[in-house]
């Protein structure tokens, strides 16, 4: 079959055959080059500004890698590298912070995931189509053609043909309600997706010594089964020190590249522009608007919040450091040069600093609820603390006047994170997503759960859930938090006393 070869610092080789390569020669994949893979990480790890699009050909290989394994029908091994490659044409300006902000305000739950679907369904047939029209290569236009027949049955390739096999590769991300094989090949919890970003962001990151992972040998040892009537994704007991390995490589890398406290300070100045800019910038209508969404990329939108502020400079006659009384702005306006200032700091490295962080477990219960009250206590004890030496003749002027600040703008000044849960290893994520572990032996399909009962070793490796509690100041009064013991300490006191 006719191919072309893309070079990869992480496979080698990445093999593209023809209907990925009329994928890939459209806007919203092509997109993708110009969406950082990890946002905030690139300011504390400078070779970390790879982009999706690579990721999205690793993810394509890999899921290829695994289908090439489990799947003997040319059309299902189709589908799933297709799936691979477009997994994350949902994703808008600086990934997950959009996520975070921009589709959470919209109503959309799983964000770049859900607004993915309306990208296949809608756009991606449509852009597939005009770039099969611009072919002149004949060779290339008949390859096309031979491999939508295989993989779809069609005669031709038409809009309402390439629409039909969107919907195939939109049924492989359906597939997560019940955990179907197709969909753990891509995104389960040892998915293409996954083992992909764990390789390529360890590289670029310069954190390689986490991430390691047998890859092949997981693959190799990958089964198709049958349980409760379905077809599940197992793997042979044989390499779960393997999967031990790949998991344990994931927690390093949130816990050391993705939920850096620097990582994470830039990621929330990210999410404070786009919540600023959300309305003045009518973010919603663009994202709904898929053509103008093609056009919301990470460079794009903060040189758009710079011209925007640099008109509104212009239309009060200052320049680009001077001051606007706030009063003589629209609340548009407003935001718009709040979100200016932050851009600017990032621009210089200028950026929020911890004063508080407390990680813990909870055996049993959800973290991030305990969490909540965590953030709410520890901020409430800063700002009695405040309150209380406002009052003290022992604090000279200058510094009651900067704790009084403090304490009028200290929505402002106080920012609270707590990122995503993590695991070490938690079985209870395998058996989610159906998906098993297999011995050959007995021809017994076991859950990790079950297996890891017998085994103190991997008992005492299942880990708990982890929560980080973070609290960032918005300029820097270390010194004087410190200087005055306002912040508490953040051990974490917890009792079984009523």
């Known amino acids: 079959m006719y191919y072309k070869v893309s070079r990869d610092p992480i496979h080698s080789e990445i093999f593209l055959y023809p209907l990925e390569i009329l994928a890939i020669d459209t806007k919203p994949v092509q997109r993708l080059r110009q969406l950082s893979q990890l946002v905030g990480a690139e300011w504390v790890y400078p070779g970390a500004s790879h982009n999706r699009f690579a990721h999205s050909l690793g993810v394509m290989h890999i899921a290829g890698l695994y289908a090439e394994r489990l799947f003997q029908e040319h ?4 589908i799933v590298r297709l799936a691979g490659l477009l997994h994350d044409v949902g994703h808008g300006p600086f990934s997950h912070q959009f996520d975070d902000v921009v589709y959470k305000r919209m109503g959309l739950q799983d964000g770049h995931d859900e607004h993915r679907e309306r990208i296949l369904l809608e756009l991606m047939p449509k852009e597939m189509f005009k770039a099969y029209e611009r072919l002149s290569d004949l060779k290339k236009r008949e390859a096309i053609r031979k491999d939508l027949k295989q ?8 809009i309402e043909s390439l629409t039909n096999l969107m919907h195939e590769v939109n049924n492989v991300f359906k597939g997560e309600e019940m955990g179907s094989a197709e969909y753990n090949v891509v995104q389960g919890p040892l998915g293409a997706d996954r083992l992909d970003f764990l390789l390529r962001d360890a590289y670029h990151s310069g954190t390689t010594h986490f991430g390691v992972g047998a890859v092949d040998r997981i693959i190799r040892n990958a089964y198709l089964k049958t349980r409760d009537s379905k077809t599940i994704l197992c793997y042979h007991v044989k390499v779960l020190d393997q999967i031990y390995t790949s998991l344990f490589g994931r927690f390093m890398m949130y816990k050391n590249v993705y939920f850096h406290k620097t990582s994470r300070a830039v990621d929330l100045m ?15 209508e663009r994202v709904n608007d898929l053509e103008r969404f093609l056009d919301l990329t990470d ?6 919040v710079k011209l925007e502020a640099k008109k509104i400079f212009e239309r009060h006659k200052v320049d680009n450091e001077g001051e606007i009384e706030s ?14 200032k932050i851009l600017r700091r990032l621009e210089t490295r200028d950026l929020w600093k911890l004063i508080v962080e407390i990680a813990f477990t909870a055996e049993g219960a959800d973290p991030y609820v305990m969490s909540v009250g965590i953030v709410a206590d520890t901020l409430q004890k800063i700002r009695l603390r405040l309150e209380k030496l406002i009052d003290s003749k022992d604090v000279p002027d200058h510094d009651r006047k900067v704790m009084r600040r403090l304490l009028d703008d200290f929505e402002v000044v106080f920012k609270s994170d707590t ?5 070490l290893v938690h079985p209870q994520e395998f058996v989610n997503s159906n998906v098993f572990l297999y011995d050959p032996q007995s021809d017994a399909v076991i859950s990790l759960e079950d297996y890891v009962k017998n085994y103190p070793a991997y008992r005492m490796l299942a880990s708990n859930l982890v929560q980080i509690v973070r609290i960032y100041v918005t300029e820097d009064v270390r010194e004087l938090l410190t200087k005055y013991s306002i912040v508490p300490s953040a051990k974490l006191q917890l009792t079984t006393r009523w």
């Open 299 to 304: 460079q794009a939108l903060l040189t758009e």
């Open 270 to 284: 990210i999410q404070e522009i786009l919540s600023l800019v959300y309305k003045p910038l009518n973010l919603s």
């Open 75 to 78: 059309s299902r091994r189709r």
């Open 419 to 423: 990122p995503y849960k993590l695991s």
């Open 151 to 158: 993989t779809m049955g069609a005669e031709d390739v038409t």
């Open 327 to 340: 009063s003589d702005l629209s609340d548009d306006e407003y935001n718009l040069i709040e979100a200016y």
